[in-house]
């Protein structure tokens, strides 16, 4: 009877398990897709609380809470690098209804152990799917969902409709709220609060993060009185508040700063309530009382040594903090408060005021130029007023200064450039104490162009370019002023005082001064005014990359300045509601306003046409044409109603545009329009270029049109056929004898045709190659590397008569089946595809002009190997009692290699049990991570079991048979990254009496990569021997190998870095792949026969100790894959030793060993060697810059490194990982000596 429904219970878990499966589905389905949200019109909401948040303009939602937490709960924990998960795709609402993706990762702000006490509060990162640029931060605790987005399209929230209410939810822009600034709001920090130990690191590379992210410990306190008013008085109440407060700190910081905070393990004693008394009480008015309160607070009950930054949340409205106290070791660093007054602790509160404080607290002080009575004037700040008025970014004070200064009522969420650069100043100063992750993000680029000078009252334009390294199309552009002035209203301006505000990031690289609707309704904006008076304008180009947790940014400066004589340029005709006519001719008219003499010394404009009021501007109705103040224009064909003219200042940035719109009709009498379509024509010389001239008519013209060319090239000939042409029609255009004209050479000439009284003239140009693009160089994967990742960007050399690229990607040598093609302007490609490991390919690119294709280049390399080892457990058999338990039965495996794991399967599971449904399997890892292999009992009374896990099997196990791998219940690549060294454990849970077995084997299959093995056909090998003065020792005839003895080696070649700047990927992949044999990397070059200057190739290799070079592989000699048989001359390169070249070319290969000990054999002999003993030489010891030359400077590396211990350091010339006395001694004894010229640096 036990065993019948025991096997009923079974039946009906599987239809559980299965259910639960197809749960997880549609979970992931009503996730990807926003199932969870329900828009739902306001008059509906059944609501709950109090509203807090009143936006001008917002959509409403319900949300099934509950079933999105649970489905929430698959998201991955965020890691980054060769680690970073699969995200999981999340869908959330968007203000105009619609729905938006992003790649989700659980993030935690809070410490893991602090996580592990309080799990009902959860918070996630994502970065936009639908559009790139967003960054994305979440939370779940007792107070519902928040979202904060961030990105091209500016800010949204997502909130709670009311205090309490879970399941209604406001969505709106940021934009379109405005919060209540009348209650007593104000920041209190002024420059006199620095901290006495507060040292920035000026010379700090500012705004480049350099793919790392900085972890600061964070004890934000909450005051009784915050806790009772906005967190229901309770201690889970107000650590779930400051979980709020930090997510969305971290939205900003991450992106603008690279920094995250976390919360300290012990935050919950420092949320205070009516029980939880602070050991000193927070003032309810005063914020300078509050931050000593805090200080002390936080010392007691956190320790001064257990964080680096302290903040209070009190009710006193506003806020106050000491400058630059992150990481300060005198009493300061928890001196920062932000109090709510009137406010909720909604998105304005925590961004106008918390991450305003919090920013002082890493060094940035105000933005705002006001110097208004009340707030602003005595907070005002001279070295770093950059914004006008009351400015606009974190660091302002948006709408707090009144009498008409105010930019806007709230803070936008990104950082002044300026600010940002304080901000890295401290953190690369004094406040450094943070915690490092290096995320693997590559900084973008960006250049700001040129500088201008203009005339003044004039608007202008600016348009920078810039490079996202990572391809991620995700940087967004924002152009700030720098500049410092006295301080006062922002429509009154004076000397050096800012005038142009900062605007929220954008895709866009281009930005108008001022904008476009105060120049196209002629009005001025607050915080937007041209400059009337002769004066300089620097301006900041900043790009952000976005990058979800660690964003990376750049900036450019450049300086516009405003001539006080010149302007404005305006342009006077059409300035009126006119009307015009296709095919018209009338004159754009503009008042020069001296633009055309020094210093502006513009001679020529551009004229455009808009026919939408301005908001593009496609046609260009006349090119490069003098800047005289007036120009014929012919009306084309392009009806509106709402036409405008641009005079553009050619070579530079100034323009203005026609006041009014103005209308363009059809024409009422009858006349043509010849429009040479293809303008510019490519020609590879000596060969023609060829156009088409298009005639039209309009009401009615019928006149023949003939056609005639001027200002030709010299030795040019213009021919038309036909000629003449009655519209509407067309001739070809040919200009012939073009072999004269130099390569790239830009000609233009005017085509006129003319018909009855009507004649037409338009400007074209030829652009001529001379010549097909030569071979290039392929750069990466450079020919022979063999430890290639499986998605690689592929680069290579430019050229520069080339108009573009072709690239091609095969599996075979003669490139029979290509797997990715593409024709690119750019010099480097990605292809999307994942590569098989341990594979050789074959890469081509040729460069491609007007004259053909150049010659392709090809490289082979092969991709890295993923190498597998089974271990198989000796803690077996175990016995597994009939007795039921929640105590596991624990099998170990002991690994005792390390390597970075990159697969994990559990193989060779058998044993016998007489109800094999009873049993749960586990794998437990060394750091504690359990993966659950096995959860449900389905198998019922299967008696015997031999199966093993993987996640790439076919489906998970079935009954019968119970042996294959199959799919585990949880993912294994969850212990991917980790380590493998270490106690593994396999767990066996078998909870029910009755039935028993013995678990009588397991093992483990662990995956790492290495360097591949694949053979690329024969390679050139060259045998080389070669000692190093410093580390050989005379009585054992071998060098050391402390370096390797002590892991000290890096596991990549190590010589990036100048001077040589060598791009090569040697790698292996630990520590302990280097033989136990190894004194130091080396670099092996060959070089022209011909011209010993002339580098052939080069490749990073080991010195064994007893002197022989060899490969990555062990094996003796260097193996340069696709380097012809021939004659060479080798060089021998080593960090801290004169290099050496043979002395005479050498026919490679030769299967002789080219011995570098012998004088004979290098260019120079013994002079060029140290005498180590009898007849044997070595390398000079001593050149620690690697130059050639042993100089005052190598004694500079040597002193920077001195008294270094247990390292790699330049400065170890002996290399027994310590800079000590002897290695000045090897310096000493060798200064002043020279390598061969040919091959210094």
Partial sequence: MYKKTTFVLRALLFVVFTSLNILAQTNSVQLATGGYWQATPENQLVRKGIRDLYPQAYQTYTLRLQQFTKALS???????????????????????????????????????DLAARFPENKTWTGQGIDDPTATMRCSITQFGFRAMIIGNQGTIYIDPYGVGDLHNY??????????????????????????????PNTETPAYRSNGVLRTYRAAFACS???????????????????????????????????????????????????????????????????????????????????????????????????????????DLKAKGTSGTGGWSTGDPFMVDIVSHEVGHMLGAGHTFNSNAAGNCGPNRSETTAWEPGSGSTPMSYSGLCGGGHDIQSNSDDYFHSGSINQILNTINGSGGCASFTNVGNADPTCEAGPNYTIPKSTPFMLTGTSNDINGNGSLTHCWEELDLGPGGHPNSPVGQAPIFRSFYPTASKTRVFPKWSDILNNTQTTGEIMASYGRTISLNFFVRDNFAGCGGADV?????????????????????????????????????????????????????LSTNGGTEWPMLL?????????????????????????????????????????????????????????????VCAPSDGTFTVNLTSFTGFNSPVTLSASGNPPGTVVTFSPNPVTPTGSSTMTISNTGGLADKSIHSFTVSGTGGSITRTQSVAIQVSQGAVPELTATYPNDGNNNVPLAPTFSWTSSANALSYDFQLATDAIFANIIASTNTTATSYNTGLTLTPNTVYYWRVRGNNYCGNGPYTD?????????????????????????????????????????????????????THTFYGDMTMRLKHPDGTVIVLSDVSFCEAQDNFGLGYD????????????????????????????????????????????????????????????????????????????????????????????????NLLPISQPFNGLPWAYVGTESVASPNDIPANITDWVIIELRAAGNKNTLVTRKACWLRSDGMVVDLDGTPGVKFSGTPPGNYYVVVRDRTHLDAISANAVALPNGITLDFTNPANVSGGAAQLGLLEGATYGLLCGDYDGNGKITIADFNKYNADAS???????????????VTITDFNLYNANASKLGVIEIQY
């Fill in 622 to 682: 006349a090119s490069n044409v003098p800047n005289d103040g007036t120009h014929p224009i012919v009306v084309p064909n392009a009806i509106t109603t709402q036409a405008r003219v641009m005079v553009k200042g050619r070579g530079n940035i100034f323009f203005d545009v026609s006041n009014v719109n103005f209308t363009i009709n059809a024409s009422s009498v009858p006349t043509y329009l010849m429009e040479v379509a293809n303008d510019t024509v490519n």
């Fill in 224 to 330: 009784k009185e915050f806790t009772n008013t906005h967190c229901g008085g309770t201690q889970s109440g107000g650590l779930a508040k400051v979980v709020e407060v930090i997510n969305r700190l971290n939205t900003i910081y991450e992106r603008d700063l690279s920094i995250h905070l976390e919360m300290v393990a012990n935050s919950i004693d420092i949320v205070y309530t009516n029980t939880n008394t602070p050991p000193v009480a927070y003032s309810t008015s005063d914020h300078s009382a509050n931050n000593d309160a805090n200080q002390t607070n936080v010392d007691t009950d956190i320790g001064s040594a257990n964080y680096d930054v302290g903040h209070a949340l009190t009710t006193v409205g506003g806020g106050l903090a000491w400058l630059g106290v992150f990481c300060n070791g005198n």
């Fill in 74 to 112: 698959a998201a991955p924990l965020q890691a980054y690098g060769a680690n970073r998960p699969n995200p999981l795709t999340v869908a959330l609402p968007m203000p105009d209804g619609s729905m938006q993706r992003y790649a989700l990762v659980e993030s935690p702000v809070m410490h893991p």
């Fill in 1204 to 1218: 270094k211990l247990n390292g790699y350091y330049p400065g170890d010339g002996n290399l027994d990982k310590n």
């Fill in 951 to 1046: 996640d790439e099997a076919a489906s998970p196990p079935p009954c019968v048979p119970l042996t294959g791998l199959y799919t585990p219940f949880d993912p294994l690549s969850d212990l991917d990254g980790k380590t493998s060294i270490g106690n593994w454990t396999f767990q066996i849970y078998d909870f029910y009496n009755g039935d028993g077995g013995t678990l009588t084997a397991w093992g483990l299959e662990l995956c790492y990569t290495a360097p591949s093995n694949q053979d690329f056909g024969t390679a050139l090998v060259v045998q080389i021997k070669a000692l190093l003065q410093g580390p050989y020792n005379t009585g054992t005839d071998v060098m050391s190998t402390a370096l390797r003895a002590a």
């Fill in 859 to 911: 490289a082979a390399f092969a991709t890295y190997q993923v190498i597998c080892q089974t271990f198989n457990s000796t803690d077996v058999p175990k016995n597994i009692p009939t007795t039921g338990s929640n105590t596991p039965i624990n099998s170990t495996l002991n690994i005792g290699s390390s390597f970075t794991l990159t697969d994990v399967n559990v193989v060779n599971i058998a044993g």
């Fill in 556 to 608: 450019d400066n450049m300086v516009v300045t405003v001539d006080d004589v010149a302007g404005p340029f305006v342009v006077t005709a059409p300035n009126t509601a006119v009307t015009w006519e296709i095919g018209q001719t009338q004159n754009v008219t503009w008042n020069v306003a001296g633009t055309t003499a020094a210093p502006v010394s513009c001679a020529n404009v551009d004229i455009y």
């Fill in 170 to 199: 406001i969505v709106f822009n940021k934009a379109d709220f405005y919060a209540n600034n009348d209650l007593g709001y104000s920041c209190e920090t002024n420059d006199s609060h620095f901290a006495d130990d507060y040292h």
